[in-house]
């Protein structure tokens, strides 16, 4: 970091300046009041609408953060790229998308509809994320008990933030699965439709896909996990190789595609970078090759994206453009 600091090799040189940029788009969004926050388990009601943080880290390690960025949030549909991309990894694309489509359901995340061939449209949406748990579950050391597999997988997640420790909100886990008649209801449409595993065991991969969305992080540690994908899989704070450059490459494939529910398309139209975001307010945004950007604030559009994630994401691209095409 340092030897390149002394070439002025970043790959945003001028960060300090960059980053006065990104804190004017900050305050700017920070006016917006539009949106409703999450309220169908009490824990994400309590969430204050204020709450409102970015934080950024450049493929090279470069950070920068404003506002509530240190305080604990569930990942909620943000893991669902991060289960997706250790699956490709253990399981190969070949195998997973056996199970999994790659097209978008045009339809709302949790809407009860397979594709033609009686799959989940995408791992992106609430089906094909549980049907990804349960090859995680079923297929990937078949022999860990279920709290292995729990500690295994939220390692991963670790990792891919580099190297720190995460949290798990058990209450939020308590609540996700005594709210979840829509999710079982997919559930036992997907077990119907025999779209599972040999073998998998129901009610396990369902508190699976309920623990993975209440792992708890904050705006800080997202951001990394942006980075990594935005640096083919290698943490750019640890320099671990996590995931594969094919299995990331995948990943941001169907984030750029089917990552903000029902918006997906007029945001890869608009915005042009893989985004996914999450029920809790989040959004993990990749730019890739050269950063990672976690946005959290709660409120949530009609369609369930964060107001001033979806606000600042328009703004940047006003001013920089990142966006791929
Ligand atoms: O499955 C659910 O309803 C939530 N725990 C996850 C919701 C979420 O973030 C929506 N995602 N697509």
Same mark, same amino acid.
């Given at each position: ?28 969004? =920070? ?104 090859? @995680? ?128 398309g007029q945001f890869a139209f608009k915005v042009g970078v893989p985004t996914k ?17 976690? @946005? ?22 006003? =001013? ?6």
């Amino acid at each position: 970091l340092i030897s390149r600091a002394f070439r002025r090799q970043f790959i945003i040189p001028e960060f300090q300046e960059f980053c006065k940029n990104i804190e004017e788009i900050y305050w700017k969004c =920070k006016d917006n009041t539009d949106g409703k926050v999450a309220s169908y388990i009490p824990q994400l009601k309590r969430m204050s609408p204020n709450y409102w943080g970015i934080s950024i880290c450049t493929i090279d390690g470069q950070r920068f953060s404003v506002g509530d960025v240190a305080i604990p949030f569930t990942i909620q549909s943000c893991s669902k790229p991060l289960t997706y991309g250790i699956a490709l990894d253990l399981l190969g694309a070949d195998v997973v998308h056996q199970y999994v489509g790659q097209e978008p359901s045009g339809r709302n995340f949790n809407e009860l509809i397979l594709d033609h061939n009686k799959k989940p449209h995408n791992p992106m949406i609430n089906a094909g994320a549980i049907l990804i748990c349960s090859l @995680l579950k079923t297929l990937v050391g078949p022999e860990m008990t279920s709290a292995e597999k729990f500690d295994f997988t939220m390692n991963y997640f670790e990792r891919l933030a580099g190297n720190e420790d995460m949290g798990f909100n058990n209450a939020v886990f308590l609540s996700e699965r005594e709210c979840a008649d829509r999710n079982y209801a997919l559930g036992f449409y997907m077990r119907e439709n025999k779209c599972f595993p040999e073998n998998s065991k129901f009610k396990e991969c369902m508190d699976f896909y309920f623990q993975c969305c209440s792992l708890e992080v904050t705006c800080d540690q997202l951001s990394v996990i942006g980075a990594t994908l935005a640096n083919g899989g290698i943490c750019p704070l640890t320099e671990e190789k996590v995931l594969k450059p094919e299995s990331v490459r995948d990943v941001l494939s169907l984030m750029h595609s089917c990552g903000m529910y029902d918006y997906s398309g007029q945001f890869a139209f608009k915005v042009g970078v893989p985004t996914k975001s999450g029920v809790s307010g989040a959004l993990l945004v990749v730019i890739p090759n050269v950063m990672g950007i976690c @946005l959290w604030s709660p409120p949530l559009d009609a369609l369930g994206n964060s107001c001033r994630g979806v606000q600042f994401c328009e703004e940047l691209i006003k =001013k920089f453009n990142f966006h791929r095409y």
